[in-house]
């Protein structure tokens, strides 16, 4: 397969930092709070940049769907190797409300806009742990998908794809164009050089709006709440079996 792959990269609150929830309940803060490429997206463009430098395909094109700022993670993603980036716009109450079906909507949309003949991306994203973006893009093109991809080959016109599942390891063999998603172990992502973090300021990012793909946003979900965990009750030692058999049943759980 010598044609073209497109990456998504979500921007999410960095992976370090302590979420907090507004106080109005309504969502988390974000403002003033350091953002950064979602982990599993990095390891989508690592591996869809070995494939290019094995010459195995031609372009990589990198994709992100937000404000302005994602355009941030586009050049992060431009400077690990991609060739070039499309920013998706999306505001305000739109952007708040985007979800994977949007996004999926969106991805297929470019899909077939850019001609690509593979989409990877990564199998979830930390900030919503939704694992349902790369699925939503397979089912809305029609196409072939190798999810929790650990391992990924290109075999002509086939891709070879190792399965991360409950129970091991699976290897399945699908048709191109496919949909592939990255998990953990598939690649440990490089880091961006300053040469080429320098290199990336000049590579083209393409501006457009879903409108422009015929993407209605509407979303059919509508958050009622954001809580904080439960905080953890602090533990006891016990001297003695007896003793540990005692407070569990006072505790009721035995």
């Known amino acids: 397969m010598s044609g073209r792959v497109l990456v998504g990269v979500k921007r999410v609150i960095d992976y370090a930092v302590k979420i907090r929830v507004k106080p109005d309940n309504t969502s988390v803060v974000t403002d003033g709070v350091k953002h950064s490429m979602n982990p599993f997206c990095e390891i989508a463009v690592e591996e869809a940049v070995k494939l290019k430098e094995k010459k195995l ?5 990198a994709i992100s769907c937000g404000p302005q700022q994602v355009q941030e993670t586009i050049r992060t993603a431009l400077a690990m190797g991609a060739d070039r980036g499309i920013h998706v716009e999306v505001n305000g109450k739109d952007y708040e409300n985007l979800g994977p079906l949007q996004v999926s909507k969106i991805f297929a949309a470019l899909a077939k806009k850019e001609d690509a003949q593979l989409v990877i991306l ?16 397979a089912a809305l093109l029609d196409w072939p998908q190798g999810t929790f991809a650990s391992e990924v080959t290109l075999e002509g016109d086939k891709i070879k794809v190792v399965r991360e599942i409950d129970g091991g390891l699976e290897t399945i063999r699908i048709n191109t164009p496919a949909v ?22 000049k590579k083209k990012i393409a501006n457009m709006k879903p ?7 509407t979303s059919r979900l509508e ?15 016990v001297e003695t079996v007896d003793d540990l058999v005692g407070k569990l049943k006072d505790a009721g759980r035995i």
């Open 57 to 61: 395909i031609k372009e990589v094109v």
């Open 122 to 137: 990564g199998k979830q994203a930390i900030d919503d742990d939704c694992n349902q973006t790369g699925q939503m893009t």
């Open 180 to 201: 592939v998603t990255a998990d953990l172990r598939l690649n440990t992502p490089r880091y961006a050089t300053l040469p080429n973090i320098m290199k990336a300021k």
């Open 211 to 217: 409108a422009d793909l015929g993407v209605d946003l």
């Open 223 to 237: 958050q009622l709440r954001v809580d904080e965990p439960p905080q953890r009750q602090a533990g006891m030692k």
